[in-house]
């Protein structure tokens, strides 16, 4: 069997055809769920970002937030942006003694920290530069109307920093065409795969904000559980 888990952060359910938005265009997506076991009544175990993706990766609660621990080098650390403890089993882990070979393909900078723990269990794991906060080219290089068509009068200087960054980053870019299928922008999104030779296909794909915990369908294609709270990637 082939398993494939995308997750978006962040994508709202109401800028999705399959549940009635008929002004964004998702036909890929649409497609897919069309073939696929919906949820309809989902809700995320915790948020944001890495919370709701430890959660993900190990079907365990991180809400509420306790214990929390300083991590070198980490610039921005909100409740709960912890990494995943060192007595919790991962899913990549648990599917690489089952024989699995696993791969991690990111754009969402953290998860790459060392310190994060997301990489136990995964043979190959890529991270695609160029998100949020990644100092992957200088800002300098972010041209001037570009940042103040993305930010707003009253926004900080962190912020205008980040768009700035972000900017920078991105500049050759060309929409999907130059950075699909591997990442979006300038939604974050991360997936793994893991595949065994000789068996079936199936595929999950689920937003970030997703609780880690349901009813796993026994005879689907597919599963497309509903995207929830968030900014349109």
Request: hydrophobic content about 20%; proline content about 7%.
């Given at each position: 069997m082939n398993v494939v888990l995308v997750i978006l952060d962040s994508l709202r359910k109401d800028?999705?055809?399959?549940?009635?938005?008929?002004?964004?265009?998702t036909p890929n997506l649409d497609a897919f769920a069309g073939e696929s076991f919906r949820f309809t009544r989902a809700y995320p175990e915790s948020l944001p970002t890495i919370c709701a993706r430890r959660a993900i990766h190990t079907?365990?609660?991180t809400f509420p937030f306790r214990n929390r621990v300083e991590l070198p080098g980490e610039t921005f650390q909100p409740a709960g942006w912890q990494p995943?403890?060192?007595?919790?089993?991962?899913?990549?882990?648990?599917?690489?003694a089952a024989g699995y070979s696993t791969?991690?393909?990111?754009?969402?900078?953290?998860m790459f920290h060392p310190s994060m723990n997301f990489q136990r269990g995964f043979r190959v794991f890529d991270w695609i530069r160029g998100q949020e906060r990644d100092r992957y080219r200088p800002k300098s290089m972010a041209p001037k109307d570009v940042v103040e068509r993305n930010t707003v009068p009253g926004n900080d200087e962190g912020m205008i920093s980040k768009v700035q960054?972000?900017?920078?980053?991105?500049?050759?870019?060309?929409g999907e065409r130059t950075t699909s299928p591997r990442a979006s922008?300038?939604?974050?999104?991360?997936?793994?795969?893991a595949r065994r030779r000789g068996s079936r296909?199936?595929?999950?794909?689920?937003?970030?904000?997703?609780?880690?915990?349901?009813?796993?369908?026994?005879?689907?294609?597919?599963?497309?559980?509903t995207a929830?709270?968030?900014p349109t990637p």
């Open positions: 800028h999705l055809g399959v549940y009635g938005n008929d002004r964004v265009r079907g365990l609660r995943i403890p060192e007595d919790q089993v991962t899913l990549s882990e648990t599917l690489v791969v991690l393909y990111s754009d969402t900078q953290p960054q972000h900017v920078a980053n991105t500049r050759d870019r060309q922008s300038p939604g974050g999104w991360s997936s793994w795969s296909s199936s595929s999950c794909s689920t937003p970030s904000t997703r609780t880690s915990r349901g009813t796993r369908p026994r005879s689907t294609r597919a599963c497309t559980p929830t709270t968030g």
